[in-house]
């Protein structure tokens, strides 16, 4: 789609608005509630009979959740470009990788976003939380904007920016800095209430980005509430945390990159400890693990607060709430940690959608939901159609109840394999998740050419912990074929925005 349709799609969608208006209906607002790091396996609404989640929990069964549901890209910077592009990373920014860079004046994303979609049919738009993106808010249609202005995960002492858009404005980089002293979270909540309470007589789109559950966790980085939620002994551990002898893996660098804020960007170049940073006798997976469920039931408290202020303003059953993330978490699983690979506790995410004004609420194992799906769902549901330019595909169709699944049932993901630290990825991988099965192949390091067609291939049914590849053995040859042919056909039709900018990756 070029400016020009963008204008007049964008046109009709206004009028159509206003029609409504005249009418006495008001159209649906919109909240995205994207959080960080976030799988489901903690979730009780995904089967987790150990956990405290009642919010999300209470979303889930008040809305419609997707069993799987998928990140694109399993890192920050292009899963969030994702959400707002509806584009595969690779036409979006032209990269797979996470970039080293915030809100910097570089090239805005190429086609009209989600909030610029939205913002020309009447909604006014606001991004609260994490941003990440290499792009100023500002250029990709936002109105209002409060995020932090470093990249280096703190929730304690962390700077914010604030600014609101005026005529003629274009950068964020006028508004006001102040540091949070306190938990940001909290501070971000606070703005969400009041720019949700401020616009609550039109229509909106908020873009609510929940930073929990991303390290720093555990004593010193979350209210004791939370560090003291969960013991040790509470924890159940997935299958693949341990080793060939069945021990459980351990990484000792990274345990200390989890709990304590600055560790990674002080020794990932091979500086030494500095007084301190020395573990707890007989810290242990169980123990990192207890403070990620803490940070999780903290999400879920923010969850929580995001729905209260939708009830207390009147407007919760005429808001879409979106609730997804951009990634999910390793936590030992296969001896990796963090994020960006295949593996399921990396691309695993929860998706769940609720609109009580407009489509009813269920769930479903037969249609695998992504990111890239967020935009066009969205922007069907609030009736203004899917532009061509977005890659993603509606699943409006299945939330109202109108088919069981799409003609394209699975998705496909990048990983490039976290970078600058001792395990990353030789190659990136490029895979395709469907219902049951999972394929996955390598490519060069320029992140295109093929080196490997065949080195994944798992039935999660009968493997859901990926203890077993199948790839290469023979095993189910008609539906690893299947799905070979897919994703390659895929990666042979899907662009890449050639970006003469390059910025540093992290």
């Given at each position: ?273 500095a007084p301190g940073d020395a573990l707890p006798d007989g810290f242990d997976l169980k123990d990192l693990t207890?403070?990620?469920?803490g940070a999780v039931s903290c999400t879920d408290d923010l969850v929580g607060d995001l729905m209260l202020a ?158 077993d590849n199948l790839a290469g053995r023979g095993v189910q040859p008609e539906t690893a074929a299947a799905l ?23």
């Open positions: 789609m070029n400016r020009r349709e963008f204008v007049s799609t964008s046109a009709l969608g206004a009028a159509a608005i206003a029609a409504a208006s005249c009418r006495g209906e008001r159209p649906p607002n919109v909240v995205v509630c994207f959080t960080d790091q976030l799988r489901p396996f903690e979730l009780g609404c995904y089967g987790n009979p150990h956990f405290r989640t009642p919010h999300i929990d209470r979303l889930a069964r008040e809305g419609f959740r997707f069993e799987v549901g998928v990140t694109n890209s399993p890192v920050c910077s292009p899963a969030r470009a994702t959400l707002l592009s509806g584009q595969y990373a690779r036409t979006c920014t032209g990269s797979i990788r996470n970039v080293g860079s915030i809100g910097g004046q570089r090239t805005r994303l190429p086609d009209p976003t989600l909030p610029e979609i939205l913002a020309a049919a009447g909604y006014t738009t606001g991004h609260v939380g994490k941003w990440h993106v290499h792009v100023d808010p500002f250029l990709l249609g936002f109105d209002y904007a409060y995020y932090p202005v470093e990249i280096p995960h703190r929730y304690y002492g962390r700077p914010m920016r604030e600014a609101v858009r005026e005529e003629g404005k274009l950068s964020t980089e006028t508004g006001q800095d102040a540091v949070v002293e306190g938990f940001m979270p909290h501070a971000a909540g606070e703005k969400m209430r009041e720019w949700i309470r401020a616009n609550r007589d039109r229509p909106f789109f908020l873009n609510y980005s929940v930073s929990l559950p991303h390290m720093p966790i555990g004593p010193g980085n979350l209210p004791r509430e939370y560090v003291d939620m969960y013991s040790r002994g509470d924890v159940v551990l997935r299958d693949n945390v341990y080793d060939e002898q069945g021990r459980l893996h351990r990484d000792e660098w990274w345990f200390k990159v989890y709990t304590k804020w600055d560790y990674f960007w002080r020794t990932r170049g091979g500086a030494p400890d207890a403070y990620y469920w939708l009830v207390e303003n009147g407007i919760a059953d005429n808001t879409i709430v979106v609730l997804s993330a951009d990634h999910g978490e390793l936590l030992g699983n296969h001896g990796t940690y963090n994020k960006d690979r295949l593996y399921e506790e990396a691309i695993r995410v929860p998706m769940v959608f609720r609109y009580p004004d407009g489509f009813g609420h269920g769930a479903t194992v037969d249609q695998v939901a992504s990111n890239v799906d967020i935009a066009p769902t969205v922007l069907d549901a609030c009736g203004l159609g899917v532009p061509a330019h977005m890659q993603g595909q509606s699943l409006l169709p299945v939330l109202s109840g109108n088919r069981r699944a799409l003609d394209r049932r699975h998705c496909f993901i990048e990983a490039a394999g976290y970078q600058g630290v001792s395990y990353a990825m030789p190659y990136s991988m490029m895979g395709v998740r469907s219902p049951t099965h999972k394929y996955g192949i390598e490519v060069e390091e320029d992140d295109r050419a093929v080196r490997n067609p065949a080195a994944v291939f798992h039935d999660l049914r009968a493997d859901p912990f990926e203890l070979r042919d897919s994703l390659l056909d895929w990666h042979r039709s899907t662009r890449w925005l050639e970006v003469a900018d390059e910025l540093p990756h992290l």
